[in-house]
């Protein structure tokens, strides 16, 4: 390669070099074209993503409980709350309620199982999805109490118990010093334990504490005292 061979590719890479930087020089000059992109503003037609929570109330459907959710009974509206006896000493302001929770041993009960051992212990099924027990099977307006799965919402699908599971029973009822109250919560205990023994499950108190002896007496104290309180007038 000659001399001005040799010079002339010097000064076209030169020319090349200062154009270059020319433009590049530009590019800073202009107003926001290096700015970070938190820094800008948004297109007006550019359609930006949500980020915030989620939401699904937002399109109208409300979100789901998350699974496993303890169910806890409405028992204003429960259809086992004994009648207010219009004669008679006034029920107390505070009544009781008495929980009881059979769960299993090892894994879940499963649907069937539960449907098959529901007549044995003498509990069917009621009209909002749960089980109950009558004292008088063909005057079943009255409740003595009633069968609920462990979790929201608490129900059971009596034509699809076969593909059901549930990790486990709660047997709940309101009692308000009437006199069958006590035999009321000797057929819970009496029906808990049919339940924990065909479905080789453990019976728990309201705190989910294993049911003891002396938390079963306490329950009855319990019951006693209502009942005393009633016709002693006590509120």
Request: charged letters at 25%; glycine letters at 8%; a negative charge.
């Amino acid at each position: 390669m000659d001399a001005d061979t040799l010079r002339l590719l010097l000064i076209i890479a030169g020319g090349s070099l200062l154009v270059g930087l020319y433009i590049w020089e530009r590019r800073r000059a202009r107003p926001g074209a290096d700015e970070p992109r938190e820094d800008r503003e948004p297109d007006a037609g550019k359609l930006e993503p949500q980020l915030g929570p989620w939401n699904d109330e937002a399109d109208g459907i409300a979100p789901e409980q998350p699974p496993g959710a303890p169910w806890e009974p409405d028992l204003q509206e429960s259809p086992d709350q004994p009648p207010v006896v219009e004669d008679g000493p006034a029920p107390p302001e505070n009544p009781l309620i008495l929980l009881l929770h059979i769960t299993p041993r090892v894994g879940v009960f499963t649907g069937e199982a539960i449907a098959q051992v529901a007549d044995h212990c003498g509990i069917e099924p009621g009209e909002k999805g749960i089980f109950q027990y009558y004292a008088d099977t063909e005057s079943p307006e009255d409740p003595l109490f009633s069968v609920a799965n462990l979790v929201k919402p608490g129900t059971f699908p009596f034509g699809a118990m076969a593909e059901f599971e549930s990790p486990g029973l709660i047997l709940f009822s309101l009692v308000q010093g009437a006199p069958d109250d006590p035999s009321r919560l000797v057929a819970m205990l009496t029906t808990a334990h049919c339940l924990a023994t065909e479905l080789q499950g453990q019976i728990r108190d309201k705190t989910m504490d294993l049911l003891t002896p002396e938390a079963a007496e306490y329950m009855q104290e319990q019951v006693h005292e209502l009942m005393a309180r009633r016709l002693t007038g006590s509120r």
